[in-house]
């Protein structure tokens, strides 16, 4: 299959040079990471609120600032995930304007990978890859066995062996083939580089990457379109390997340049998980001073000891006056607890970091109440169950009688008697 | 004491498509000197302007950073494997 595009190529993120289409890890030069650079100027009077908004419900509305190749038809609905304002989660942390931007439910495994896979997968087709995988730490690997059976492509996915055993689950039930190495991401990623050199696979982080990597653009897209063409003053973003945070940036940064949003500061919070923090830390302490970490924490979607993309997330988050936070493994399982108790929201353990993360910046007063902050969930927490092990006690079963009801219910609490009832038969009113 | 050292592909343009060599360095900054000698056009990929590695190679001693070994201070081993090798980025 051949496609042609000129609106985007790949460019060097460091020395500036420039690739044109093509599945590639580095920089040839330089081996800086390489990223998409767009001819913004040609999508002006494409890439507009009205054409947007009579695109489909899902990220292919922002399709002409995707890295999609000419000819493509997406018929997989992914994203447009909700936006919604989080009121009790605000009250209980002394924030009067907060909104959560829910990917624990992306279609279709869950994460906001199934985003990034998408546009991956796009180009994986272009480049005629019969074959794609990933190095992961579990949402990657669900998305990319999903969406891999659904296109007829095979998928060879490698993850460390510790994984959460429902990830290990989401990934295999797809058919993909699934390798687990007796190591953690970083020792996963190094293989999976090795690979790229000898096999003649799509990995979608790897040699696919730059093409990957804008999928996480439609977050921040979403966001100011579910805001009513208007850009948040805070977001707050979980960081593995600190891209989902530029990406986010990044998308601000088309918008604005393309007229579609005022322009006007935003900050940037970046969520750790202390266990593996090593952008957290350089955020704190400066960014030239970046040191690997090797990972230590049951948030094991974040555990990236050593992430590429790291410095420049921590230089960004500086450069725009934001900050960066790192939480315990006991803080991530209480935001865990707290965001599904306030807003009903499940998320996994990452988003426990980010919800813990949240609460302390307004605490610190790093985040003023009013101001219009966006808390990034990230992953569906029914995927790291295992991180709440033990938190909850399941009641014994009763008999289905109404006189063992009412003992039990007394046995709990003390309620004896049944709440009166709030509207008497024949006085229903439309309210 | 002699230990070998890997290259990915990228690499192999500077080595005349040799993927792995032996080396008798005593430690990092030993091997890029030799590296220099061997195959200057490597030598000058892998470093910066200021003569330092990149910041997007990675060192890899016997599946080890060796950032995670003491860096430069690491004396190589007779017969660890050293793998040179581009950080790549993943996750979110």
Known sequence: MEYSCTAYELKCNECGKRYGNRPLSGCPDCLAPLEIAYDLDSARGEFTREAIEAGPANIWRYKRLLPIPDGFQPDLPVGFTPLVRAKRLGKRIGASNLYIKNDAVCFPTLSFKDRVVSVALANAQKFGFTTVGCSSTGNLANSVAAQAARLGIKASILVPADLEPAKILNTLVYGARLIRIDGNYDHVNRLCTLIADEYNWGLVNVNLRPYYAEGSKTVGFEIAEQLGWRLPDNVVVPMAGGSLIRKIRKAFKELIYLGLVEDKPVKFFGAQATGCSPIAVAVREGADNFIPQKPNTIARSLAIGNPADGPAAAKMIIADGGWAEDVSDVELVSGIQELAETEGIFTETAGGVTTAVTARLYAQGRIHPDETTVVCITGNGLKTTDALAGRYEVARAIRPRLADFDAYLKELDGVSEPEPELVAAGDVRVL | ?92
């Open chain 2, 1 to 92: 004491m002699s230990f070998k050292v890997m290259l990915p592909t990228a690499f192999t343009r500077h080595t005349e498509g040799q993927k792995q060599f032996a080396s008798t360095a005593p430690n990092l900054t030993g091997l890029l000197t030799e590296i220099d000698s061997t195959f200057p056009a490597l030598g000058t990929q892998i470093k910066d302007d200021e003569g330092k590695l990149r910041r997007f190679i990675n060192v890899y001693v016997n599946d080890e950073d060796i950032r995670f070994l003491g860096g430069e201070g690491y004396a190589f081993q007779d017969g660890d494997e050293v793998m040179l090798i581009p950080s790549i980025a993943g996750g979110c």
